[in-house]
Each structure stands twice: as C-alpha cells, then as structure tokens.
C-alpha cells in the first residue's frame, strides 16, 4: 500500500487574501510527499503542481494534517479536479470530531512526540517573499516527517497526546 504523507506552503498569508474563506488566492509556494511505497520524500513548488497532485491521485492513501480544509483547497486552484475521490486521513480533523476542539501540530508534536516544529506557516510566508525556497522546502519536509511519525504512532499505540489549555498532558484516542 502507497501512503503519502504531505504538506503544502504558501505564497500568501490570510490577510492578504481577505480571510479564510479565500484559501484558493493563497497561492502554492512549495510541497513535500514522503510516499511509502519507495521510502523517498519528494519536493514541490508551484510550476510542478501538475505532478503533486498526480502523486496524491495515484496513493492508496493520503495522510496529512488540516489537509481537507486547507491543503486540498489551496490545491483547487490549480486544477478542476475536486480532490474529493482521493483516500484521505486528515490527523486533524479526526481529533476534531473526537475532541470538539482543534488541536495544532505543534502541540501533537511536543506532546505525543517530544519534538518541536522548526517554524510556523506565517514563517514560510515570510522565506517565500524572500525567494528563500529551499528553506521552506526543509520546513515543509519537517512537518510531513511530524505528521508521519505522529500517524505512525497513533497507529501503534491507538491514541496521541496533547496538551489542554492547562498545559496538562491529555489523550485522545484515534482510529487511522
């Protein structure tokens, strides 16, 4: 089974398109896959937009974080197709529906994990005004490698932990 894990940047920030209800104006700066079925990551930027989602059509599976609500709607911008017939497992939407709230990658991350996000979306805004790329393709490489090991994980063991808004250690059980 080909599962991909990924993540996508952007070129702009919400305040610069009006809101999120504009996430298609945001623009696609760059993308990594880590694809199981050869082990290998593989890197984006928006002139190759056509292979990444030749990539996440041909998976069996699909894994990533907000990706329903963010990734794939940055990603409609730049084809007809709607994304909607590919196998997908949304970390964060699954912890939506058990919990109630959302949970960021960040807090998974360090919780269930003990490892920190090297930067923050609003960050790779910043490096793609820049023309800093490569830096946004090692950050995005970080995220997918985070949403890998924090599936892997969940799998495993059937739960991930956060942190509440007390900053106590809580579990959430997850069935992807």
């Not at 937009?49 to 894994?63: F, N, Q, S, T």
């Not at 990603?75 to 197709?81: G, S």
């Not at 807090?107 to 910043?126: F, H, Y």
Request: overall charge negative; aromatic content about 12%.
């Amino acid at each position: 089974m080909n599962i991909v894990f990924f993540d996508v940047e952007t070129q702009r920030s919400f305040d610069e398109v009006g809101g999120r209800h504009n996430i298609r104006k945001l623009g696609l700066s760059a993308a990594v896959t880590y694809s199981t079925a050869n082990g290998a990551f593989h890197h984006y930027t928006e002139e190759a937009v056509d292979d990444l989602i030749a990539e996440l059509k041909a998976a069996d599976r699909v894994v990533g974080f907000n990706v329903l609500g963010f990734d794939y709607e940055v990603l409609r911008a730049y084809t007809d197709d709607p994304l909607d017939d590919i196998p997908t497992v949304d970390m964060l939407d699954h912890i939506y529906k058990r919990l109630g709230f959302r949970v960021s990658l960040d807090n998974l991350a360090s919780t269930t994990l003990r490892a920190a996000k090297s930067a923050d979306g609003l960050q790779a805004v910043r490096w793609y005004k820049e023309g800093r790329i490569e830096e946004i393709l090692e950050y995005c490489q970080q995220d997918v490698e985070v949403t890998r090991q924090i599936y892997n994980y969940g799998r495993k063991h059937k739960h991930v932990r956060f942190r509440d808004r007390s900053y106590r250690s809580q579990m959430v059980s997850v069935s992807w």
